[in-house]
């Protein structure tokens, strides 16, 4: 380890890097090649969804899931509602840790007009399950 070297950029985590190359070939219009980077996210998570965790930027992970199951790619990796509950997750996460100049906020109001059936199963789901594990 160099002199200088804890002034460089802490690298950012492969779901990062990821997610800012799908959002980056969505952005460039190249809809061929956003779908092999949607697929190639969709299949690392559904391998490791604990990677997840690594994301110091959430709200680009969120903005990246949210694009896919907007888009309707990589449906055959992971379920549309997992799709939708892992933005949430992210978008959700971006907001509480302060993340102001996100646009978080924005994104999972979107995600939620959308997709407000598979959250709500979500959240009936853990209700109910919360619900079973308190009456035991």
Same mark, same amino acid.
Do not use: W
């Given at each position: 380890?160099?002199?200088?070297?804890?002034?460089?950029?802490?690298?950012?985590?492969?779901?990062?890097?990821?997610?800012?190359?799908?959002?980056?070939?969505?952005?460039?219009?190249?809809?061929?090649?956003?779908?092999?980077?949607?697929?190639?996210?969709?299949?690392?998570?559904?391998?490791?969804?604990?990677?997840?965790?690594?994301?110091?930027?959430?709200?680009?992970?969120?903005?990246?899931?949210?694009?896919?199951?907007?888009?309707?790619?990589?449906?055959? +990796?992971? %379920?549309?509602? =997992? &799709?939708? @509950? !892992?933005?949430?997750?992210?978008? #959700?996460?971006?907001?509480?840790?302060?993340?102001?100049? +996100?646009? %978080?906020?924005? =994104? &999972?109001? @979107? !995600?939620?007009?959308?997709?407000? #059936?598979?959250?709500?199963?979500?959240?009936?789901?853990?209700?109910?399950?919360?619900?079973?594990?308190?009456?035991?």
């Amino acid at each position: 380890m160099g002199f200088f070297d804890f002034l460089k950029p802490k690298p950012k985590s492969e779901i990062e890097v990821l997610a800012n190359n799908c959002i980056k070939k969505v952005e460039d219009g190249t809809e061929a090649e956003a779908k092999k980077a949607f697929e190639e996210m969709t299949r690392k998570i559904k391998l490791n969804p604990a990677m997840i965790k690594d994301a110091e930027d959430y709200s680009v992970v969120g903005k990246a899931l949210f694009i896919i199951q907007f888009m309707g790619i990589g449906s055959s +990796t992971l %379920s549309k509602s =997992t &799709l939708v @509950n !892992l933005s949430y997750y992210c978008l #959700s996460k971006s907001i509480q840790m302060g993340k102001k100049e +996100t646009d %978080s906020a924005k =994104t &999972l109001l @979107n !995600l939620i007009q959308q997709s407000h #059936s598979n959250l709500e199963s979500s959240i009936r789901q853990a209700i109910s399950t919360h619900k079973k594990k308190k009456k035991k």
